[in-house]
Structures are given as structure tokens and as C-alpha cells.
């Protein structure tokens, strides 16, 4: 399984955006790179995913290095309700997600 | 569509008890999975299945039993309840095919929280 690198925890603004970054840089080639998050006291949820393009969907976008040893989830508005612990997660046809311990985010408002 | 429901919500069990936690989907997802979280921790992988009949081990399955005798339910079993089982649980689905579509979404229970004396 690839290895992923996230900062323990970052901190936004309400309304200002947010860059989370993820290196996994042992990524094979088949891997897509999925997001999950997973609010207080909440089972996770999806955020989105992709394999080489860039991706937009209605809660995110996901931004992929040319490499793809890395990515970047881009929150565009951030508010309190995205504060949460966020999940770079490289996926196989193997369906398994393996979790790391992610990135906190910190909304103030 | 009522999702990925599991019951009970919380737990407390003596050493050495058994008991079963309950997972079901209404969604027709062919992919089931039991992760559990202990505190300040990611998710770990204790069983998996990917249709009836078939199920297999992930990354911690000692002390843990699975079956799956319906697309709908993915019970997990604690066959001898320790102290270390102490943990939030949760259960997931998702469809199985077109790798890398959008329905590769994997859906998660609201967890239940066990913790053993």
C-alpha cells in the first residue's frame, strides 16, 4: 500500500479557502486518490477523488501533481461545518482504504 | 434509502463476553467492511466482504468473526471480548465495480462505541 504524508493539523478562516496538501509519493499507477473527512463523533464521508486529471465536485476540488506523488484538496469557502479530520487515501481495485491519521482542520470564525 | 445503519450505538462488555454488532445496507452494495478507530488513530481494516458468501481478513481480524449470508447485513462477531477491543467500530459499503467511477463511494455507519472491562 502507498504511503501518504499529511500535516497533523492546519488552521483556516471562515469563507477563506483551504489547501490541504497529501504526498504519496509511492503511489502506483493504477491507484486513484481518494479524500474522505470525518467530522466530530461522525463515521467518515467521501470528499472526492481522481487519477490524474484535476476534479471539481460540489464540495471540493482536487488538484494532482503531473507526478501524482501528491495532491492537494482545495476547500474554496471554508465554513465551520468543514472543520473536521481530513483522509488522503490512495485506492486500488482492491476496494481498501487505508487510513493514516490525516490532517485536523481548525475553522475559526 | 436509510444508508449504513449499525446497532447498538454504545456498548459495555465484560472480559471474556461475546456478542455481535450489528451492519446493514439497503443500498444493493456488493462491498461490506468493518474498520474500528481507536483514539487519536486512523481507521484500520478488521474484516472485508465482497458479495454473500465471501469474506476475508484485513489488517487487525484477531478476535473478530464475519459471515455473510445477504447482500444486506455484515454482522461482526467478538468472540471473547478483551480489554484492547475497546474501540469505535464501523461499518462500511459500497458498490463493487467500474474501479475508479463515482460508485466507488464508500458509505460509513455512524459507529458503535464498545468498550470492554
Not at chain 1, 502506483?28 to 470528499?47: A, C, K, M, N
Not at chain 1, 488538484?63 to 476547500?75: C, G, N, P
Not at chain 2, 447482500?71 to 468472540?79: A, K, M, N, Q, S
Request: charged residues 15%; contains cysteine.
Amino acid at each position: 500500500d502507498a504511503k501518504t504524508t499529511q500535516p497533523n493539523s492546519m488552521e483556516s478562516n471562515e469563507e477563506e479557502p483551504v489547501h490541504l496538501p497529501c504526498n504519496h509519493s509511492t503511489i502506483s499507477g493504477t491507484d486513484y486518490i481518494h479524500w474522505y473527512r470525518q467530522l466530530p463523533s461522525q463515521g467518515p464521508e467521501y470528499v472526492i477523488h481522481g487519477l490524474t486529471s484535476n476534479v471539481n465536485n460540489r464540495m471540493a476540488s482536487l488538484a494532482i501533481a503531473e507526478d501524482r506523488k501528491s495532491s492537494t484538496l482545495i476547500l474554496h469557502r471554508a465554513t465551520l461545518r468543514d472543520a473536521a479530520v481530513y483522509y488522503c487515501i490512495p485506492l486500488g481495485s482492491n476496494y481498501k482504504l487505508t487510513f493514516g491519521k490525516g490532517t485536523l482542520l481548525t475553522v475559526n470564525p | 434509502n436509510a444508508g449504513v445503519t449499525q446497532t447498538p450505538k454504545f456498548q459495555v462488555l465484560k472480559t471474556g463476553q461475546s456478542m455481535t454488532l450489528q451492519c446493514a445496507q439497503d443500498m444493493n452494495h456488493e462491498y461490506m467492511s468493518w474498520y474500528r478507530q481507536d483514539p487519536g488513530m486512523g481507521l484500520r481494516l478488521i474484516h472485508y466482504s465482497v458479495g454473500a458468501g465471501i469474506t476475508d481478513q484485513g489488517e487487525v481480524p484477531n478476535g473478530y468473526n464475519v459471515s455473510r449470508s445477504t447482500t444486506e447485513d455484515f454482522p461482526l462477531r467478538l468472540l471473547s471480548a478483551a480489554p484492547s477491543q475497546t474501540s469505535v467500530y464501523f461499518c462500511a459499503s459500497s458498490y463493487r465495480c467500474f474501479f475508479g467511477s463515482s460508485y466507488n463511494e464508500q458509505f460509513f455507519g455512524p459507529g458503535t462505541r464498545l468498550t470492554v472491562l
